[in-house]
Each structure stands twice: as C-alpha cells, then as structure tokens.
C-alpha cells in the first residue's frame, strides 16, 4: 500500500468523522450553492473508496476485485449477535451458508456486499467473544481479515521485515503489533512443522505464501490461535458491521433503512 493511498485514505476517514464532513453537510444542504457540495461530496466519496479497493487490491489473475457494498443487502443484512455496539454475521449460523466454506476475498466480498467486512480482531475481549463462538459451535477455522501486506508499497520502512511488522487488518486499515510481541497478539505457539506462527509453512514446502490470517481451532492440538494461512483455501467466515461502508450507504440512499 502506498503512502500517497494511506494519505488519501486517511483523509476520507477524517471527512467522515469530521464537523465539516457529511453530517455538517447533510445538515446545510440547502444554501446558495444549492446541491452543488452534496453532488461533489458524493463524487468524492466514490472516488475514496475506489481508492481504498485499489490499496488493498490488485486485480487478481482470475480477475476478479474487492467488491462494492450493495445498498440492498446492506438493508437486508443478517445480524446474528451484538458485541460492544457492533453487529456480526456467522456463516455457519445461517440457513444459506451453513457449511459453506469460501476461499479469502470471497468472504470479504460476501460481508462487503452487505456493509461489513471480515471480522477485525482488535481487542483481547472481541478475541476472547469470535473464539468462544467458535468452540461452542464446534467451527474448525474462520476467516478474519488479517492480511500481510504482499502489494505495490508494501515495500515501506515501517513495513519491515513483512513477516514480522507487513500484518494489518484490511477491513480497518489498522496495523497489527509486530508478530514477535506475543503479549499483543494471539499467534499460535505451533503449527504444520512445529514452528510458532506466522510461519508461512506452505511457502517453504512449495505451494503458496500464506498472506491470510485464519483463526484455527484446535486445528494442530495448539488451542484456538490465530494461522498464517494461504488465502486460497476455503473456511467458514464471520462479517463484522462496518461504519466507514454504512455511512457510505446511508448517505447515497437517503431514504433506505440500513
């Protein structure tokens, strides 16, 4: 990710949380310029979250791209339980997904689609809340959106070595603590060859990296931790509400209940 997207992107988040941004707008509409700052808002805001999709992503060699929020979806969107104000999706909860298991960027487009994303692990208490649903469920893995940074300015000072300080969380833009201060995160102390996460073990053996972070739940006797994991492989997934995509929606559907 580049420093001139990471500016642009921390810009828009400050429109939005801003007096000057889109409430003070939606709150002015009406003066002498008539809808001219609600039209170029909006132009704004689609041209932000092109960007961020572009940050994130690189066109993947089957084509496909981070999707969109669907206004509809997102006002139909399933809200299995609330922790801390926020509403989450479990895959194996509903009827339609239920043991269902897609690959990375299809669980992220599934949430996104419904103005959320793959579930961000930023807290001990919102950690500790995924995995007991995941145990008392009997779930093997889920998807989070961890993700290490693999893409054009990844690069970055601050970004290295990657396996150690190149992990975020893509649906927040959040970097995670460096893999080695183990008092900050919930690495597994083992994996496939006995070494403590991240290991990227399906690198060293020959197939793919592993830029993907999966929660296993006892998936090698090691408790339920957080895996490096290839982002190709399929597993059951959890959508966490996102407001940076519900403010999005809300404003340009005005009169759609989200």
Known sequence: MSDVHIRNIEAYKTKFSSKTGIGWLKRNSVGPYGDYPRIMLRIFILCALAVLAKAQFQPQPTGRILEPPIPRLCAQRTIHE???????????????????????????????????????????????????????NNIKYIWTSGR????????????????????????????????????????????????????????????????????????????????????????SWVCEENDSLLKYVRFINPNLRV
């Open 82 to 136: 609330r922790f801390n104000g926020k509403g989450y999706y479990f895959s194996w909860a509903d009827s339609r997904t239920a043991g269902q298991e897609i690959d990375w960027l299809a669980a992220r487009n599934f949430c996104r689609q419904r103005c959320m994303d793959l579930v961000s692990l930023e807290t001990s208490a919102e950690n500790e809340f995924i995995k007991s649903r995941i145990v008392q």
């Open 148 to 235: 290490l940074c693999d893409f054009k300015g990844c690069d970055r000072p601050d970004l290295q070595p990657p396996n150690i300080n190149g992990w975020f969380w893509t649906a927040e833009l959040q970097k995670l603590a460096p893999t080695t201060d183990r008092n900050q995160n919930d690495w597994s102390p083992s994996g496939g060859i006995g070494k403590p996460q991240p290991d990227n073990r399906e690198a060293l053996q020959g197939g793919a990296p592993e830029n993907c972070l999966a929660v296993l739940n006892q998936f090698y006797n090691d408790g339920v931790n957080w895996h490096d994991v290839a982002c190709h492989h399929k597993k």
